[in-house]
């Protein structure tokens, strides 16, 4: 059910995920190294609702950041309707006006010998320079905040999942790290694909299992123990939820122990691929030195010292791996088939530290 609403969402565009805090901070507590004198553009997120701007404003000074600047979107269906964090000296957050928050420092404004959320409210609340009206709606492709982008060294946010190939395309584009959040199944995009194989994207740390995301009132969840109610505000539980980015991290240098040992009766060949069948990354056997097939949850494992990606079984189905095609098959290669049977996608890959 899971599936089926996330793909309601992207049919409907109304993919407008409110990431709670205490998933933002179960991620980026692994990064903080990096953003120190780093800018960050948070351009998927009204500053009044995101929490994602409630995390980098509260730790501005423990992070080290250069600067911070938030970009609102004005179709945003909750923007400054349900739960405002802040009200800003200036704006109308009732009127849904599109707006940028960019803040270069924050003080002990309030003399409390702490730096906090109480700073930034007082900052926001106080200085016209901080908050100021956009002239275009706030979608991250409009120029106005592109040349915000051009400015940005990390970009951290949800994006609307809808749109997650053009979103990526636009980061890549301008050549930015980043670390967002998206649909697991995303893996199978030949444009997010191909910087996965590339060494350009791979995932973060928390992935998988539940999150629970703010929705707006009127999203249709079907199923009631995918929702929830808390002080009014509605939440919807979806798993392949992963986090996606390019910047570095431990556990993609992390060697995946192999401890079994190859047989053709545990691991025999797809119908119509030239490769093994793994079930499961565990089992990849540790002495087989030609391609392996294995689930796309692979990737969350995936050490590029360790394994090369040889491609997947999208690429089979555009020609580009003919030399992966069983000759003898007669059927289909967009998908491969054991024993007559259509698996879900697989990744081909290889065991760099084995040599012919």
């Known amino acids: 059910m899971a599936q089926k609403n996330l793909q309601l969402a992207k049919q409907k565009k109304t993919d407008e995920f409110y ?20 800018v960050v553009y948070c351009n998927c997120d009204d500053p009044f609702e995101s929490n994602f701007f409630r995390y980098f404003a509260a730790n501005f000074n423990t992070l080290g950041l250069k600067k911070l600047i938030t970009t609102s979107y004005v179709k945003s269906p909750i923007a400054g309707g349900q739960l405002p964090l802040f009200e800003v000296k200036g704006l109308k957050p009732k009127g849904k006006e599109p707006f940028k928050i960019e803040i270069n420092e924050v003080l002990d404004s309030n003399s409390d010998g702490a730096i906090g959320l109480s700073d930034v409210e007082w900052l926001l609340k106080h200085d016209a320079n901080v908050s100021t009206p956009l002239k275009g709606d706030g979608d991250f492709r409009s120029q106005e905040c592109i040349e915000l982008l051009k400015e940005a060294d990390i970009v951290v946010t949800n994006p609307p999942f809808s749109l997650f190939r053009k979103y990526v395309a636009q980061l890549v584009e301008y050549d930015k790290k980043f670390l967002i959040l998206g649909d697991q199944n995303a893996i199978t ?12 994207l791979w995932f973060g740390y928390d992935n998988g299992g539940t999150k629970w995301f703010q929705v707006p009132d009127d999203y ?18 979806m798993g392949r939820v992963f986090w996606f980015t390019n910047l570095d991290t431990i ?15 545990e691991y025999p060949e797809f ?9 499961r990354y565990m089992d990849i056997p540790m002495d087989y030195d030609g391609v392996i097939g294995v689930p796309i949850t692979f990737l969350d494992k995936y050490n590029p010292e360790q394994f090369e990606i040889v491609g997947s079984d999208y690429n089979i189905k555009e020609g ?8 003898n098959w007669q059927g289909k290669t967009d998908r491969a088939y054991l024993k007559g049977k259509r698996l879900y996608s697989r990744i081909l890959i290889k065991n760099k530290r084995l040599k012919k």
Do not use: C, M, W
Not at 194 to 200: F, G, T, V, Y
Not at 224 to 236: A, P, T, V
Not at 320 to 327: C, E, I, M, T, W
């Open 19 to 38: 990431t709670q805090l205490v998933d933002i901070e179960k991620e980026l507590k692994h990064y903080k190294d990096q953003f120190r004198g780093k």
């Open 189 to 200: 995009y030949k444009e997010i694909f191909k910087l996965i194989k590339e060494n350009k």
């Open 220 to 237: 249709d969840i079907p199923t009631e123990s995918r929702k929830k109610i808390e002080d009014g505000i509605q939440y919807f539980s």
């Open 251 to 265: 556990k993609r240098h992390e060697e995946l122990t192999l401890y079994k040992k190859f047989s053709p009766e």
């Open 271 to 279: 119908d119509n691929y030239i490769a093994i069948s793994v079930g």
């Open 320 to 327: 580009l791996l003919p030399q992966l095609v069983n000759p």
